[in-house]
């Protein structure tokens, strides 16, 4: 199990530096959002797809499905994070290091929506988002959701005068060829 995080935690680092996004204090929240969800462990054994990890006297079980629950979550926060936080300026570089993670019809309906372009560059504007809470709605063998509380802030010409507010961000996921993919992006 411990392998299976360690492997787990390299993936998501990989991934980051596939398209040149370290955010080291997302991979950190990552990495203690993991590390909370684990047991201190000293021994595991691995039978069958479960991973019983023998604590102080305590065993656990952590399934399959709940490691991938915890994967979706991780996944989850760093797309709503990266996905809502943009500028007028940043030539929609938050859509574009996302597309790895959408399927065909979510990464089309990215490219239609760079390309209609209608960010206007007279005076600076931005967005920053930060993931307050998340939640798994609906998980499947193939399909999930998964909602993401976000706290944003939209600045303008006066940067002083953030106007911030709370607003979720619905992810469905498909499983296509062993990935989780997301199929929906709705902000609710």
């Known amino acids: 199990m411990i392998g299976g995080a360690a492997i787990f935690i390299l993936l998501v680092i990989a991934l980051l530096m596939r398209n040149g996004t370290t955010d080291v204090n997302n991979l950190n929240q990552s990495t203690n959002q993991l590390n909370n969800r684990l047991p201190e462990t000293k021994n595991i054994v691995v039978n069958d797809n479960n991973a019983v990890v023998t604590t102080k006297g305590n065993a656990t079980t952590i399934t399959v499905e709940q490691k991938e629950e915890i994967s979706l979550e991780i996944v989850s926060r760093f797309f709503a994070e990266r996905f809502g936080t943009y500028s007028n300026q940043s030539n929609f570089e938050n859509i574009k290091d996302l597309q790895y993670l959408m399927t ?34 609906d998980i499947k063998a193939d399909t999930a959701v998964i909602v993401v509380s976000t706290q944003r802030q939209e600045y303008s010409r006066d940067v002083n005068k953030a106007k911030i507010y709370k607003q979720d961000l619905k992810l469905e996921y498909v499983k296509s060829d062993g990935n989780w993919l997301i199929s929906g992006v709705y902000w609710q």
Request: aromatic share 12%.
């Open 104 to 137: 065909e019809d979510v990464k089309s309906w990215s490219e239609k929506f760079i390309s209609q372009g209608n960010i206007s560059s007279d005076q600076y504007w931005g967005v920053t988002t930060k993931a307050l809470a998340i939640k798994s709605q």
